[in-house]
């Protein structure tokens, strides 16, 4: 596996080894000494799953307030996304800064999402299916998020009118939460 640190200290882009032959390929999504060697030390307790049946489906910005906050492992098992993060970490250099990376399933790069973020997601091809890894359980009272199109972060995302959730669209802007 291959660790690369993007912009924001603490998250990754990972590429693991995929060993092809004529049936087909097989990837070691996840080894908890490659990312323990890596500085990543996050215990998974769950694996969630997305599918979208539409390009421009729009999930996101989620995150959980301390102490229920959730570092994720992400991939794209079918088709591919524009996948977003915000650093909430008001201790950190990049306190508000976002970054993107687009996750391919032809590819099979994955996304580390630390805590202490908010994360998202806009689908670019139909019949999109994302698996995640969290390391601490959903926990509903601690359930967050900001506005996709917040004026304050400015994300560039790959659709101007995404398809969203009702709970989505009724997301706070960042100047209305208390991080």
């Excluded at 690369?4 to 080894?31: C, M, Q, S, Y």
């Excluded at 079918?78 to 970054?99: A, C, E, K």
């Excluded at 994955?110 to 969290?134: Q, S």
């Amino acid at each position: 596996m291959k660790f690369i640190e993007t912009e924001l200290p603490g998250a990754f882009v990972v590429e693991p080894a995929v060993h092809k032959d004529p049936r087909g390929f097989f990837v070691e999504t996840f080894n908890e000494k490659a990312f323990r060697d890596n500085g990543i030390k996050a215990g998974f307790v769950q694996d969630n799953y997305s599918f979208s049946r539409q390009k421009g489906v729009l999930r996101g910005l989620h995150f959980q307030y301390p102490p229920h906050a959730q570092a994720k492992l992400v991939l794209v098992i079918s088709g591919s996304v524009h996948d977003v993060i915000v650093d909430l970490r008001q201790d950190s250099p990049t306190f508000l800064r976002w970054t993107c990376v687009e996750l391919r399933s032809s590819e099979l790069n994955m996304l580390y999402v630390p805590r202490g973020f908010a994360h998202g997601f806009c689908t670019v091809e139909d019949d999109t299916h994302v698996i995640y890894k969290v390391d601490s359980l959903y926990a509903p009272h601690a359930d967050g998020g900001i506005r996709w199109d917040d004026p304050d972060l400015s994300i560039t995302w790959p659709v101007a009118s995404p398809l969203l959730s009702q709970k989505d669209s009724q997301l706070p802007y960042l100047k209305d939460i208390t991080l």
